[in-house]
């Protein structure tokens, strides 16, 4: 069974709506991540989360995207207003302390029409 | 952040070991040395990681430079699962939201 879900592997949403992908951690895990791999390009770090709040951020990761754990389990990944180059593979990660490894999930692949 | 260097590509013949080098010269005391994969159409998928001393694991062997300057991930038998892209990463334990960044990698081919 793998460390980690995300829902729905697949979103269409049309440009400016909002979407949630989520992410479920199947045991306990204290750092959380989020990714995103344009296609065809590397992947890119988006946000870390540990304790409640976010402890990195890249360039990406504007005041269009905001990241919460609201009930202590599922990690959410909100983007408020949708574009077309939001359209990529998000993967969320989840590491049990910083000196393990770091488990990904499958992603979901958004596309912004 | 810190930076690794590794070769584009390299090709492999099936059932022989691999061997991917990754050059890291501005590691830190605190960086672990991390290896992951991806597969065509997956996420990122966790091989090995190590501090200074070498480190075995079922999917593969990480040889680590005295002076941690540079890596080496051996795959002892290729086997055509194994064609992937192969990032070697510095993961840094206490600053930098402890994240990985990934660069470009290096895509493994293998030959049957």
């Known amino acids: 069974e793998p460390e980690v879900t995300q829902t729905p592997s697949h979103q269409v949403t049309q440009m400016g709506q909002e979407v949630i992908l989520r992410c479920v951690p199947i045991?306990?895990?204290?750092?959380f991540y989020w990714y995103r791999q344009i296609l065809g390009q590397k992947v890119e770090f988006l946000v870390s989360f540990y304790n409640n709040e976010i402890s990195e951020k890249s360039e990406i990761f504007d005041d269009q995207f905001s990241v919460e754990r609201p009930d202590g389990s599922n990690f959410t990944l909100k983007i408020r207003s949708t574009k077309l180059e939001d359209s990529a593979m998000y993967f969320c990660?989840?590491?049990?302390?910083?000196?393990?490894?770091?488990?990904f999930g499958q992603g979901t692949r958004l596309t912004v029409v | 952040d810190a930076k690794t260097t590794q070769p584009n590509s390299m090709e492999s013949n099936e059932e022989e070991p691999v061997h991917l080098p990754c050059n890291h010269s501005?590691?830190?005391?605190?960086?672990?040395i991390h290896w992951y994969r991806q597969l065509p159409s997956q996420g990122p998928e966790y091989v090995i990681h190590?501090?200074?001393s070498n480190v075995n694991n079922r999917m593969a062997s990480l040889a680590i430079a005295e002076d941690r300057k540079s890596s080496t991930l051996i795959l002892h038998r290729a086997t055509l699962r194994d064609a992937a892209v192969y990032y070697c990463?510095?993961?840094?334990?206490?600053?930098?939201?402890?994240?990985?960044?990934f660069g470009a990698g290096t895509i493994l081919r293998v030959k049957s």
């Open positions: 190590g501090l200074t």
């Open positions: 990660a989840l590491s049990p302390s910083t000196y393990t490894e770091a488990f």
């Open positions: 990463i510095l993961r840094d334990v206490v600053r930098g939201g402890n994240k990985l960044v």
């Open positions: 045991s306990n895990h204290l750092y």
């Open positions: 501005t590691i830190s005391g605190t960086d672990y």
